[in-house]
């Protein structure tokens, strides 16, 4: 496709359907013309008509479907226009899918975006998108019928669409492509249209591919690290290693000698204790012509750092202080009281208790952060792979002083996000360097960048406590967890309790214990830290599981009817957490038994392999995994991994299915080897020797995922299946070995304890 000036297109033949939401979440649906939009190249049609926010009807019967979300590997850019192309009521294969940039628009009700909600996180894509994806194309339908009866001289109710084409009782076929112009002339209605019934669907709940799998496969796929623009400089930056630490000096004048270096920006760390809301750290940036020299340059800098706050902070330091928190257990935040915890341990027969150590994680992803940024005076472009553009936009905002409505921002497809990319640190040192050097940049990042720099899952310790009666019940039970809290200088989340992300008050056994005592202690740490794929949950969840199977050893009983009984009969829980308002016990239940019964729970083993199972409630989603394992010397063999999950309606069982083997995959990398240990206030992982992700070789042959089916509004599949994988991989070792894995990673501590 050639790109052509659309203001040299006759307006007549650039009319489109146009579907939007308003602040206030209404639909808008009318007619557009492409007059003075900005609108990316890839938006127009072969015959450059111009695509409204979601969907665009060609002349020949070819639909293009726009994709809202943030598409980081969780497959938005296919199950979202799915949702659409349902109700729209066309043939998959007619269909065309682009990304969607950030569609901000300013509203009566304040800053929106024209597309609805579009940043990626928590597993919320889905949610958000099952009613107003729907309904936007159900609208679009209408119009078409509307438009088709007009044509016809019938009744709109008498006439029905099909493969992208209404009609008559007599059967009389309109394509949409004939339609589309006079129903973009029709006004919507004012009231929602009826959805269609789940007999009726043909797309949702149907295996389907990612729609740019072949560009992909095919090298044609862009992601952010691909854009390029012209007269841009490539720009890298040498961070100081020191927690809040600062610039003293720098010496550029060998780096000025390297061909193709153009310029040397410091840039300006944050203030010390002040919300990370730009940078991360303070550095120098060197600007080249092409990313080799950026690089060399960066190698000739002499430069003087002075060391921050926290020199003393090391990670043994960090657990030992933990330890001494939860020793002498004073002050600590109350996060959740049921009962009476202190008077069912002492009436208790037996008391069983036990530590597990979470490390540092960092999220590795395999496109490191970057940005492309071009500002002139009226108007910015910044091109990136993001999790979340809003925020993108409104801190080039603050930074530039323009106006967001001056302000595009184009989303990629990104190398992973597992919670980086809601940060947006990488862009605020993108603008402060453009605005330097008063030329287009394109930031890049390296993985010693990557690893030196994150925003960290928190260090902590979980102490976890049972209250244990003669008939071997679990009578009281208790969980205080020493932490770094997870919003440490987060402004967004400055109201937010002390333990939020580390310890949540109505997971589990919350509800189903009589006496639950659950309480925080805050441990203070330099380490920046943030979201990491499930955040609360897989920092949580491996303490709880693997201490139900510890119970379970301990008095002698079965791991599966022990938590069954402890979860006991169906009902609804109230949840105050994220997937609330309920967490519905039968499900979680029915997960775990489920996996059990695939791994082949309950029957004898006489081959030295060792089972393991556990389950947890994440974000609206239930899942529960099984794990087969052997150790042979020093390799753990995986021979099988079982996710069975419940995540309501499925839209598209083959993405489901890939996130959920993908989430396992995940969990069982950080928990084999992963750390991030910190020495003199300096993080020491630098590259992928110092912090090595699963090889093919360590992996499962093959993740068995059941998904079960329901009726039940759907949940996101992106996060579901992490939590409960660690817990399930460590009880699975621990019957093959009779070792005790409690402190992650699993690997090193195992050869320790052998």
Request: net charge neutral; with cysteine; charged share 25%.
């Amino acid at each position: 496709m050639t790109a052509r000036d659309p203001a040299a297109v006759d307006a007549g033949r650039r009319r489109f359907l146009s579907i939007s939401l308003a602040a206030g979440g209404a639909l808008l649906i009318g007619v557009r013309l492409a007059h003075g939009q900005e609108l990316p190249p890839e938006l127009l049609g072969d015959d450059l008509t111009a695509i409204g926010p979601f969907i665009r009807v060609e002349r020949d019967n070819r639909v293009v479907i726009g994709a809202r979300g943030c598409e980081i590997g969780q497959g938005v850019i296919t199950s979202l226009p799915m949702l659409i192309a349902e109700e729209l009521d066309v043939d998959w294969a007619q269909v065309r899918v682009v990304q969607l940039p950030y569609g901000y628009v300013d509203t009566d009700k304040g800053p929106s975006s024209r597309y609805g909600e579009q940043g990626a996180g928590g597993s919320t894509s889905i949610p958000q998108g099952w009613k107003d994806l729907r309904q936007a194309g159900a609208t679009a339908r209408w119009l078409l019928l509307q438009a088709a009866a007009a044509e016809w001289k019938l009744a709109a109710d008498s006439l029905r669409t099909e493969a992208g084409q209404v009609i008559a009782p007599d059967g009389r076929k309109l394509s949409y492509g004939a339609l589309a112009r006079s129903a973009a002339g029709l006004t919507p209605p004012d009231q929602p249209v009826p959805l269609k019934s789940p007999e009726q669907y043909r797309i949702i709940g149907h295996p389907t591919r990612t729609a740019d799998g072949r560009a992909i496969v095919t090298g044609q796929s862009r992601f952010g690290i691909d854009e390029y623009a012209a007269n841009a400089l490539v720009a890298v930056i040498a961070r100081c290693p020191h927690l809040d630490g600062t610039l003293v000096s720098f010496d550029d004048s060998e780096t000025r000698k390297v061909a193709g270096v153009r310029d040397v920006v410091p840039i300006p760390g944050p203030k010390p204790d002040a919300p990370f809301d730009g940078v991360l750290a303070a550095g120098v940036a060197v600007l080249a012509d092409h990313t080799w020299a950026a690089l060399k340059g960066r190698e000739a800098l002499k430069l003087v750092w002075k060391e921050g706050p926290w020199t003393k902070e090391s990670t043994g330091a960090l657990a030992a202080r933990a330890n001494e928190l939860l020793d002498k257990d004073e002050n600590g935040a109350e996060v959740r009281t049921d009962g009476d915890f202190a008077k069912a341990r002492k009436q208790a027969r037996q008391v069983i208790e036990a530590r597990y150590e979470m490390p540092f994680l960092a999220h590795a992803t395999m496109e490191p952060p970057g940005a492309l940024i071009e500002i002139k005076q009226d108007r910015a472009r910044l091109v990136a792979s993001l999790q979340d553009p809003e925020g993108a936009s409104e801190l080039i905002a603050r930074l530039t002083g323009l106006a967001r409505k001056d302000i595009e921002v184009r989303m990629t497809r990104a190398g992973g996000g597992f919670g980086r990319r809601l940060k947006n640190d990488f862009v605020a040192e993108a603008v402060l360097i453009a605005k330097a050097a008063g030329r287009p940049v394109k930031l890049m990042w390296t993985r010693e960048d990557d690893l030196q720099h994150d925003f960290y899952r928190p260090f902590g310790v979980h102490a976890m406590a049972a209250a244990i009666d003669r008939k071997k019940r679990v009578t009281g039970w208790s969980h205080r967890c020493a932490a770094t809290p997870r919003d440490y200088r987060s402004g967004a989340a400055a109201n937010r309790p002390v333990w939020n992300g580390c310890i949540g008050p109505d997971d589990f056994p919350a509800g189903m214990v009589a006496n639950l005592d659950k309480r925080f202690f805050a441990i203070e740490s330099g380490m920046p830290r943030g979201a990491w794929r499930a955040p609360l949950h897989t920092f949580q969840a491996f303490a709880m599981q693997c201490f139900i199977d510890e119970i379970a050893v301990v008095t002698k009983q079965d791991a599966l009817k022990l938590q069954l009984e402890l979860i006991g009969e169906p009902r609804q829980l109230p949840y105050q957490g994220h997937g609330g308002p309920v967490l519905d016990t039968g499900r979680l239940a029915n997960v775990l038994r489920l996996a059990a019964e695939k791994i082949g729970w309950g029957v004898a083993r006489t081959d030295g392999h060792g089972l393991g199972i556990a389950c947890h409630y994440t974000f609206g989603g239930y899942a529960a995994h099984g794990f087969e394992v052997s150790v042979e010397g020093d390799q753990l063999r995986i021979h099988r991994a079982v996710c069975v999950a419940d995540i309501g309606r499925v839209i598209n069982p083959l993405g489901a299915q890939a996130q959920l083997m993908g989430g396992t995959l995940d969990a069982v990398s950080a928990a084999l080897h992963l750390a991030i240990t910190v020495k003199e206030g300096q993080v020491l992982q630098k590259n992928f020797p110092d912090y090595p992700l699963l090889r093919m070789a360590q992996a499962p042959r093959d993740v068995e995922v059941v998904l079960v089916e329901s009726t039940a509004d759907p949940s996101g599949a992106g996060e579901i299946g992490v939590p409960s994988a660690a817990p399930a991989l460590a009880n699975a070792v621990y019957a093959a070995t009779t070792v005790r894995v409690r402190r992650l990673p699993l690997m090193p501590e195992l050869m320790r304890m052998l």
